[in-house]
Nanobody, 125 residues
Framework: QVQLVESGGGLVQAGGSLRLACAAS????????VGWFRQAPEKERDFVAA????????AYADSVKGRFTISRDNAKRTVYLQMNSLKPEDTAIYYC??????????????????WGQGTQVTVSS
């Protein structure tokens, strides 16, 4: 198991930027793919971005492509989500999740067995 803690959320105006961080502890971090998901009030938890265990492969939801960038620093056991040109519809709780690198990076929740508690991102118009 790996334990995950998100940070970096907050309140920002539309067009602004935030950088989220997901810090991991526990088992060897480089054995895990990591994904970011988000959940708005009364909506399902949706895929945002994912990165492979070595940082060589990434995937993005169409809604964030070109605005968000996922990266990782395995030495620091941390994955980042740089969010630029934020929109009010990006408002949600953002969760990071880790899944075994034995499988390709995925866009679905079952692919990830370990989840953080989430960090709130609010974008005002």
């Amino acid at each position: 198991q790996v334990q995950l803690v998100e940070s970096g959320g907050g309140l920002v105006q539309a067009g602004g930027s935030l950088r989220l961080a997901c810090a991991a502890s526990g088992r060897t971090f480089s054995n895990y793919n990591v994904g970011w998901f988000r959940q708005a009030p009364e909506k399902e938890r949706d895929f945002v971005a994912a990165i492979g265990n070595r940082g060589l492969n990434t995937a993005y939801a169409d809604s964030v492509k070109g605005r968000f960038t996922i990266s990782r620093d395995n030495a620091k056991r941390t994955v980042y989500l740089q969010m630029n040109s934020l929109k009010p519809e990006d408002t949600a709780i953002y969760y990071c999740a880790a899944g075994s690198a034995s499988y390709p990076i995925g866009r679905t929740l079952p692919r990830y067995a370990n989840w953080g508690q989430g960090t709130q991102v609010t974008v005002s118009s």
